[in-house]
């Protein structure tokens, strides 16, 4: 992931910073307690590709 990328990508509800999980290849909102996937290499930034996180995932 371009970190480039990483410091201007935020999160499409809050806007809060992301956190960038290589292993698990994703962007995590923890205020919103969600994750967005990437694949191939481009973030999917959309609402309703986002998963919601467990309490022991934020």
Do not use: H, W
Not at 29 to 35: D, F, H, I, Q
Request: with cysteine; aromatic share 4%.
């Amino acid at each position: 992931m371009d970190a480039r990328l990483l410091d201007i990508l935020v999160c499409p509800t809050c806007k809060a910073n992301l956190e960038y999980r290589k292993a698990q290849s994703e962007l995590v909102c923890k205020p919103c307690r969600c994750a967005f996937p990437i694949r191939d290499g481009i973030p999917i930034m959309l609402e309703d590709e986002a998963r919601q996180l467990t309490a022991s995932e934020v």
